[in-house]
């Protein structure tokens, strides 16, 4: 059965502190995305990555960094947490399976809190 | 650059009703997902269309993508109180892996 994992279901912490939100995909996809989800802003694309060590910014990178070091781990780094980071953050994962964008699988989500 | 607006942003129907949700773009499509997320879950893939016109079904629910790949619909006949959730258009363009996605239609089912 296809999974994605994320490490925290709720995180708090507070404003000025590094934060890592982990995400591991076990069906061994190619793509690897973080959004956050804001109440009537959908799901906005922070950063996407296609292979390891690979990584292009999505809409609202500012804040945040990414690291793929392997292919099933997926990292979001926020290097200061600030109070407008506050916001539920997806994980998902995708295929490159017959060269086509398929269908993304998300993990559970992280609601992060800042203080 | 690419902007999708999706609308009604809330519907509440009856139980029994239809519910019909659309995805508007301002630039050409390559292709479309449609998601649904349940309340305090995550989203989770319906159904892709990839051609002009295209309509594709799923039991109660019709997919359509317009003939000019800018605009797409997800009809809901008879809804249940199991249709309760997000729907997420998600519209990516050519040349691009991102899928914008839009910003969901809340649906609620009174029973």
């Known amino acids: 059965d296809v999974k994605v994992t994320q490490s925290s279901r709720y995180l708090v912490k507070r404003t000025g502190e590094k934060v890592f939100l982990e995400c591991v995909q076990d069906?061994?996809?190619?793509?690897m995305f973080w959004y956050r989800q804001d109440p009537g802003l959908g799901l906005r694309l922070i950063y996407f990555?296609?292979?390891?060590?690979?990584?292009e910014k999505g809409d609202i990178p500012e804040g945040y960094s990414v690291s793929r070091e392997k292919k099933e781990r997926f990292s979001l780094i926020l290097e200061s947490a600030s109070t407008n980071q506050t916001s539920m953050y997806l994980c998902?994962?995708?295929?490159?399976?017959?060269?086509?964008?398929?269908?993304?699988?998300f993990g559970p989500g992280t609601r992060l809190t800042v203080l | 650059g690419q902007q999708v607006m999706q609308i009604p942003q809330y519907q509440h129907v009856q139980e029994g009703e239809d519910f019909t949700t659309y995805c508007n773009s301002s630039?050409?499509?390559?292709?479309i997902q449609w998601y649904k997320q349940r309340p305090g879950g995550h989203p989770v893939f319906l159904i892709q269309?990839?051609?002009?016109?295209e309509v594709k079904k799923q039991k109660r629910l019709t997919f359509q993508f317009g003939e000019a790949k800018k605009n797409s619909s997800l009809h809901i006949t008879a809804t249940q109180t199991t249709d309760v959730g997000t729907y997420f258009c998600?519209?990516?363009?050519?040349?691009?892996?991102?899928?914008?996605f839009g910003t969901g239609t809340r649906l609620k089912v009174l029973a």
């Open positions: 630039t050409t499509l390559s292709n």
């Open positions: 269309l990839v051609k002009s016109g």
């Open positions: 998600a519209p990516r363009t050519s040349g691009t892996y991102k899928y914008i």
């Open positions: 069906m061994d996809h190619e793509n």
């Open positions: 990555s296609y292979d390891v060590k690979m990584k």
């Open positions: 998902a994962s995708s295929s490159l399976a017959g060269g086509s964008y398929n269908e993304q699988f």
